[in-house]
Every structure is written in C-alpha cells, then in structure tokens.
C-alpha cells in the first residue's frame, strides 16, 4: 500500500573537502534505505549518534538532497521535479529540529519568523496575521507575545514556537529531528502531548526522529532502527517491542532501562571498547554486513553476504542473514511440528 | 607520515606562490610607462644607442622569450645587474640583507618580551593595574608611529644623551635602537592578542576540570591555559616578523642604516629595474618562507591539525 | 550510640547560596539544601533545569565563584569537617584527592593540548608525591581499570583522538586516581549514546565496589537514576522536596512534584495515552514564589501552601538507614483525579 512518503533505496553520499576526497568515493551516510510512512501515521527512526538518520531526513525533504535513490510524496517522484513544482512540494513537508535557538532567528521578532514564509508565497497580510495568531494559540503561547523576540521565550516555549512556525505552512507531513531533547522532562511532556493533538486535528504524519527509545515507543505506530547508514530492522511498533530480532536492534534496546521484554536476552554491554561506530567507508573489505565487527552472533558468512531487509511476518523486517536463518528454521519447525 | 605531506603540501604552496609573485612583477614591469633603455641612456640618446641597449637587456626579444628567461633567473636566484651600481642584484641584495634580518629578529624579540608577559598579566588579573597598564601600553603602542618613536628616541638616547650612536651600523648597539621603535608598535597588537587569548582559553570547560582536580591556581593557569592560548599567538608572531621586515624600511632611513630597506627605497627612486625585480621576488620569497615556518610550527604545537 | 552525623561520608546541612545579579533581586539558587551521603552510598540527585543541582556539586567542590555567588547559611560537612570553614588552600587539597568530579561533556571537560596520560599522572604527582614512573604504572593500571582497551596507547593519546566513551572512561580514570572517598557525576552519561549509557552506569557501580566510595549521581533523567543509585533525592528550586531509598521512590513517590515527574515520563507500554503535564514551569532563581515553590503549579496546593515553606519531615516509619523525608503540608492529601 502506498505511503503518503516512500523512500526507496535512497542513498546518500558525502564528500569530505579537497579534490582528493571525490576521487576516493566519500563516506556512504545513508545506505540503500527504503521503508514508506502511510499517511497519518508517526514513524518512529532510532539510531545512535552518526547513523545517519539527520542526513536521511535533510535528504529526503531534499534539503540535501540523496545521491541516488527515489523519495516520493504523495505519489510524486520529488527527483524528477522542477525548483518550482519542487518548492510546492516542499511547502507540504516541514521539519522541526532539536535546538529552537539556531532555528529562530534571533534578530526577527516571533511573528516576523512565522510570516516569513507566507509572505514569500504572497499571502496577503490581513491573513497572515490571522494564521499567525490562530497557530500561536494553537500551540499555546498568547498571541500578544508574538512581537517579543525569541529570547524572551523559554526554551519550551521556543520549540512551540519553531513547531507552530512549521504549521503555517500547512503541512500534511512534519519530520521532527530530536524535537524534545534539550528540554526538561516536565516540558517534553507538555511538547509530546502539543504533538498528539495536532497530529489528531490537523491530520499530520510524523517522521519522528529520537534517541530516547521510550519515547520514540509511546509516539510511533512503526519504528525503524538504523545503524551506519543502514535500516537493519524495521516493523509495527507492538511487533519490534515484542520481538525485537536484528542484533543490533536487541543490544539497543537492551541498553535502555525498563524498555523492551523481548530483548532480555542480549548484553548490553561487551567488555572492552573500541572505537564507536564509525561512518562506514564504500571499500571492499567494508561489504557484507556492517554490525560485523559488534555482532555477537557474526560469523565469516556475514563479511560476504550483503543483509537485505527480509520480510519475516507482520510487516517485520530484519536485515540479518543469521536472524532470517533461524527465524526460517523456527518456521519450518513449527510447520512441520503442525503437520505431524 | 602525514605529516610529511602536510610539510610538503606547504612547500608545494610556497613555491607556486613565489611563481606566482615573479609572474606578476614581469608583467608588471612591462606595463609600467617608461621604457628602461631610455632611462639608461637618457632621453637625448640615439636610436642605435637605444636599440644596443636593448639588445643587452634583452628588452627586444619576443614577451614569452623574455618570461621564460626572467623564471630561469629566479630559479638560479639571478636577477641580473642593477642599472644603477652595474653590481650583480643577487649581490647586493645578500650584503644587506643580514642587517635587516638581525633588526627584524630583534624587534619581535623585543615585541616578544614587552607583550606576551604582560598580556598573560593583564588576563590573568584582570581590571588590575597591570591590566590597566598593559591597556594603556597597547593604546598609545598602536597610536605611536614606528618613525616618530624613532626619531624621539634618537632625540633622547643618541643626542641628549650619548647613550646610543647616532648612526651607522656595524654593531648590536646600533640596532637597539631601532629594535626599539620598531618592535613597540607592534607589541600593542601582541599583546591585546595575548590577553584575549589568556582569556578566551581561561573560561573554558577544562579550566573547571583542572581546578575540580585540586591543581593549584598557578597550575591552572601557567600550565593548563597558557599551553592552549600559545598557539593563535605563534601564528601571529610570525606575521609580525613580516610586518618588521616592512616596518624596517622606514626605520632604516631614520636612523641610516644600510639595510634592504634602503635598497629598495633608492632602487624605486632610480627606476632600476632589475633591483626592483630582484627585490620584489626576494621578499616573496621570505614571507612565503616566513609563513611557512608558521604553519608547520603551529601544526606542530596544535595536535588536532597535525594530522593534515 | 548513633554518632552525630550516622558516619555520613557528606552531609550538607541547610545550604543557601544566592548569585548577585546586577540591579535586580538576588538569584536564590539554594533556599536550604539537606543531603547526606554514607559511605558506599549512591545517591542520586534529580531535578530539572534551573533546579539548582549543578550549584549544589559545585558549592561541594568548593569552585562557586564567589563573587557572584553568596554563601548565605548552611554547612558542607565532610568526614566531619565543615568544608565551607576551611582556607582555600585547605579545600584545593580536598579537591581531586578526597572529592572528585566527573564532569558532562568530556570533549569540552578534557584539555586538548595534553596526552590523557599527563592528565592523569599530574595529579598522582601533586596529590599523592609520586614519581614519574610509578604515575605511570598506576595511570596503566587505572586505565585498564576503567574499560579503556590498549591502555598505552590511550595514555599517550590527546582526547580529540579518543571516541566520546573513551573521554568519559578516561575523566572517570582521572577523578578516581588518587582515591577520593566522594565521587560526583555530574550527568556523566548526558552527552553519550545511548549504548555507552549503560556501559559507564556499569563501571560506576563497579567503582563502589571495588573502591567503596560514595557517590552523588546527578541526573535529570529519573530513568538512569532508578539503574544505579541506592537512594534518591529530588531538587526543586534550590530545595530538596523529596528524600528516599531508590524503590520507595519510585514506587510510592508521595511529594506532588515527584508524581507529577515520574507520570510525565513516557513509557513505550502507555503508547497512545497523553502524558500527564505538569503545569507551567520551573521558577526562575530570582522570582521564587512564597511558602512552597511548587505551589503555583501543583494540583493539592491549598492557601496555607503560599504563605508557609513546608519543612522537610520524616513520612511514615523513620528507618535509621534513611527514611522517606518529604516537604509538603498535604502528604495525606487526595489527589483530584
């Protein structure tokens, strides 16, 4: 079924400065990734730092856009568009970053931020005003503050300001990059909560990116764990909790306290540490599966075989070729214990 | 290993730099208005003179020939004879030129010693009265011209009283002088730099580290801060000596030194050519240099950079 | 026969501190902090931004810059000694020997221009007389202590060389060397991934074993805190609201402040459920609201709550190993949910 956004086999490339750089092949940020978000729905994207998932974002609203690969919105290929039909389409898919500081201008007056966009699309001042004010309340700041300046905002308060300036765009599709992660716990509530009840009255969907696991949970109806660049697994938030599968995905979640049942199984920790993970560089030795090195279940097999995402049931998929193995073998056995 | 390449992506820059310098003075040379020939055999010269002249300045051959010729004699460091003197440019370029780099030297040594202390100072106690003096040394420093400092100093020193010669060159005593005059300026600018730097680096979180780690206060600053706040000044302490070897220009004639200053100075009076070519290229050559220098010591002090 | 102070490690004791701020009321950071730590004990200090727990630890260490900052009433006993009466000589002694501080970000808390070796082994030099090469052999021996693989080469490393794991493995080997009776840890796994979190929480909890030090964990996040310490104390506008063993807590939080936090949290488990709120925010230093400062925003606060502080008691059945102290007038109160 066809997602309001689909990605498919989206990759995107970065070259370091110098001219040698381009000649060597760069670092591989975002691998191959496709996955669709259904309209309406929160797609939760977890990973650790450097996995990629800002640039997936800034790549698939094309703020950056991806070296190869295809994103569409709404059925549109947005790689084959003009700046012009591009830009429409850019109106309808916002982004909310992590640090409302460096997204408000802090020279601009709340409302002039807020109506700098409808301004470049020549809505006339009356309305502008008018949508300014509604969103404002929307988001609960008092309409008298919006001539203040954003420092007179509290931080919370900020980020409602950054999230109601997305809106005034009309967006049907928000990508929220760490949205809560500077604030206090009492205030992410406050946001999460804003969150819900402007996806549910406005129709949004969410692309929700997050290193807070519990939260990424509580907001998402699927979630996709990346890792160098890749997608090692994705599936419906209750199936992932449940049985969590891909090694990785298992040593994640492990590590957050209190979070998933099925993942007791894997340490979280393993002895001694290396170097975390590194962007991973587009050479011969680095294919076959790129959590080789961590993996407690790898074995030479692994170095060789590229780890497609495999459909394992329920719209669950694994890259791993050991998981889908024993997952396979767990099938089989089961069939066959159904047959006897 | 990396840093080998490193030095060596340096001094491929340097070298394309003084290619570049050479290039341009050819070039500028031959736009200039006024033929040399003329200049040497004088306006009232026969057409047979003028040509011969030309012919032994190679001035009638072909522009590429020319150019080609002029970069050979860069590469072996030949600038061909002064118009004025007849001597070999390369010559008297090298007989003087140890005086103005002794004065230079001596100059941001002079810098050195006057700044840097007294920057750490003024960071370190700031709004003490060593912060105020360093304030008020680094204001009067940048309002005071090198010349006019010179020239009250020689009042002072060499003629009220005989402290210092007056003028020539030949000993270190002739040089403290305009060491002097010309280091005071630019110590202002040194230590200002300092002093930001102290600190710039003093409020950072590591500071807090130290401290937390029960170092003594004296630790914290002379060793944790001042290891990191050194290196912007290294950088600049360099480009100071390029300014001194400038700045030596108008020093040398206050106070009469024979210096390549002065060489130049009256090489550009005389239209002579050749030196002027000479001397272009030549101080090309030593800022490149001198920036080089730099580079490497501050890749060598700052372990981030290294590594390329 | 009780000692006075139960052999507490730290017992900070009504601490006040204010910050002068140019032509304004003075920021009152602390309004009279109680917190004690025995020996082997983690104790974990929770609170948000502004609450005022940085200012606690920092006041501890001795490093609040007193000129901005007043010491307006209170103590600091440590092992007894009332650190807030000592010379500043005398409490730089204390620093890095007796306590030590872990700090949040390592990248920024590390000195770039020095080997991680040469951090540690200045201080086994100052601190405890050591020679070079015996620095060197114990700085081997904390590194390897601490989880930092290839301990050579990491010694001999600067910290831009080193992952942010490592900087913080590397700031922890640094404020353990010389031994220190206290630890503080600072948001210590703040800036880390999510996978070293746990790692780090790990080693900690094996320095308390190995070492027996006591250890105050600052944290805002109440998660990490339930993980790693023995009891727990919640800060809320320079004062401590609430005081208890780990579990009792969590489980029966009874301060209003404390419930709100804890029903605030999301949990993947309550997927689909709004968070519980709690209203407005945390009070700004200078504008501290009379009687309980938590007034404004609570859902039991009655009138007697604005005029009157509420003083920290013992709720319920004091055990003598720390009972449940909390700052309310209406403990028994019914919530109106």
């Known amino acids: 079924m066809a997602g309001l956004i689909e990605i498919r086999d989206m990759s995107k490339r970065h070259y370091q400065r110098g001219l040698l750089s381009r000649a060597q092949g760069g670092v591989l940020a975002v691998d191959r990734v496709s996955f669709s978000i259904e309209k309406g729905s929160v797609f939760g994207l977890v990973g650790e730092s450097g996995c990629g998932k800002t640039t997936l974002a800034r790549a698939l609203l094309f703020l950056d856009p991806p070296t190869s690969g295809e994103v569409l919105f709404d059925g549109t290929r947005l790689g084959g568009l003009s700046l012009r039909e591009l830009r429409e389409r850019r109106r309808r898919m916002q982004i909310v970053f992590q640090d409302p500081n460096s997204a408000l201008d802090p020279k601009m007056r709340v409302r002039d931020s807020m109506e700098e966009g409808l301004r470049n699309l020549r809505v006339p001042k009356l309305e502008r005003e008018r949508r300014v004010r509604k969103l404002l309340e929307l988001v609960g700041i008092p309409s008298e503050h919006a001539s203040g300046y954003p420092h007179e905002f509290s931080g919370g308060q900020k980020q409602r300001i950054v999230v109601a300036r997305a809106l005034t765009m009309d967006p049907e599709f928000l990508v929220l990059d760490e949205p809560v992660s500077n604030l206090d716990v009492s205030i992410q509530a406050q946001i999460v909560n804003l969150l819900l009840d402007l996806k549910q009255e406005l129709s949004l969907t969410y692309l929700f990116i997050s290193h807070d696991l519990h939260l990424v949970a509580f907001l998402s109806d699927g979630i996709g764990v990346m890792y160098q660049g890749r997608l090692v697994e994705l599936a419906p938030t209750g199936e992932i909790m449940a049985r969590p599968v891909h090694p990785y995905t298992l040593k994640l979640f492990a590590s957050v306290p209190g979070f998933a049942e099925g993942a007791s199984g894997a340490e979280g920790a393993s002895g001694a540490e290396g170097a975390g993970p590194a962007p991973g560089k587009d050479s011969p030795a680095a294919r076959g599966c790129p959590y080789f090195a961590s993996c407690a279940r790898g074995d030479l097999a692994c170095t060789r075989v590229e780890p497609r995402l495999i459909d394992i049931g329920g719209g669950h998929m694994v890259a791993c070729i050991k998981e889908i193995a024993s997952a396979d073998a767990d099938l089989a056995h089961s069939l066959e214990g159904g047959k006897r | 290993m990396r840093f080998l390449l490193f030095v060596l992506k340096r001094l491929g820059r340097l070298l394309l730099t003084v290619l570049l310098i050479s290039t341009i003075v050819f070039f500028v040379i031959r736009v200039i208005p006024g033929d040399p020939a003329l200049v040497i055999a004088g306006v009232d010269a026969s057409k047979e003179d003028l040509a011969a002249i030309r012919a032994k300045l190679g001035t009638d051959r072909p522009i590429g020939a020319q150019y080609l010729s002029w970069l050979t004699a860069v590469a072996r460091f030949d600038f061909g004879k002064s118009l004025s003197t007849g001597q070999p440019v390369t010559r008297m370029i090298f007989e003087r030129f140890p005086l103005t780099l002794t004065l230079a030297l001596l100059g941001l040594a002079i810098s050195i010693v006057l700044a840097i202390p007294l920057g750490i100072l003024s960071a370190v106690r700031r709004w003490s009265v060593w912060d105020y003096l360093g304030m008020v040394f680094s204001q009067v420093g940048m309002a005071v011209p090198s010349f006019w400092l010179g020239i009250l100093l020689l009042l002072l020193f060499a003629v009220k009283i005989r402290l210092f010669p007056l003028f020539g060159s030949g000993s270190i005593r002739h040089l403290v002088l305009p060491a002097v005059s010309l280091g005071f300026a630019r110590a202002a600018v040194l230590l200002r730099l300092t002093r930001a730097s102290m600190v710039e680096e003093l409020s950072r979180e590591y500071i807090v580290t130290a401290r937390a780690k029960g170092l003594t206060e004296r630790m914290v600053k002379y060793r944790h801060a001042l290891k990191n706040a050194m290196l912007p000044l290294v950088t600049m302490a360099g480009i100071q000596l390029g300014y001194m070897l400038g700045g030596a220009v108008i020093i040398e004639q206050v106070f009469s030194l024979p210096g390549l200053g002065r060489l130049f100075l009256t090489g550009v009076y005389q239209r002579d050519f050749s030196l002027i070519q000479g001397g272009i290229v030549f101080i090309a050559l030593v800022f490149s240099l001198i920036n080089f220098a730099v580079d490497i010591l501050y890749s060598a002090l700052n372990p981030k950079i290294r590594m390329g | ?337």
């Open chain 3, 1 to 337: 026969m009780a000692e006075t102070t139960n052999g507490a490690l730290l017992d900070v004791r009504d601490l006040a501190v204010e910050f002068d701020s140019r032509g304004g009321a003075p920021a009152r950071a602390l309004r009279g902090i109680d917190l004690s730590i025995a020996r082997g004990e983690i104790r974990g200090l929770v609170g948000e931004s502004g609450s005022g727990k940085t200012v606690t630890s920092t006041c501890v260490m001795g490093l609040l810059p007193t000129p901005p900052a007043r010491i307006t009433a209170g103590e600091v006993l440590f092992k007894g000694r009332n650190l807030l009466a000592l010379s500043a000589e005398e409490r730089r002694r204390v620093r890095g020997r007796e306590i030590a501080m872990v700090f949040q970000e390592p990248s920024r808390y590390l000195n770039p221009a020095f080997r991680i070796g040469t951090q540690i082994t200045e201080m086994l030099e100052l601190h405890l007389g050591m020679r070079k090469a015996e620095a060197f052999t114990r700085a081997t021996e904390l590194a390897r202590l601490v989880g930092l693989g290839g301990e050579r080469k990491v010694l001999a490393s600067y910290p831009h060389e080193l992952s942010g794991g490592m900087k913080q493995r590397a700031m922890i080997a640094m404020a353990i060397c010389c031994n220190p009776s206290l630890l503080i840890a600072d948001e210590p796994t703040t800036a880390l991934d999510v996978t070293l979190q746990l790692q780090i929480l790990r080693l900690i909890l094996r320095l308390r074993e190995s070492f027996g030090m006591g250890i105050l964990f600052i944290s805002h996040d109440l998660r990490l805190v339930r993980i790693v310490a023995d009891s727990v104390s919640v800060i809320y506008a320079g004062k401590i609201i609430e005081s208890a063993p780990r579990e009792e807590l969590f489980r029966s939080p009874l301060h209003p402040y404390t419930r709100l936090l804890l029903l605030s949290i999301p949990a993947a488990r309550n997927r689909g459920a709004r968070l519980r709120v709690i209203p407005g925010r945390v009070p700004d230093a200078q504008a501290v609201p009379a009687g309980c400062a938590f007034h404004p925003r609570c859902p039991l606060a009655e009138e007697l709550c604005a005029r009157v502080m509420p003083e920290s008691r013992e709720h319920g059945l004091g055990h003598a190993a720390g009972g449940h102290a909390i700052a309310c007038h209406f403990v028994e109160k019914k919530w109106p949910d």
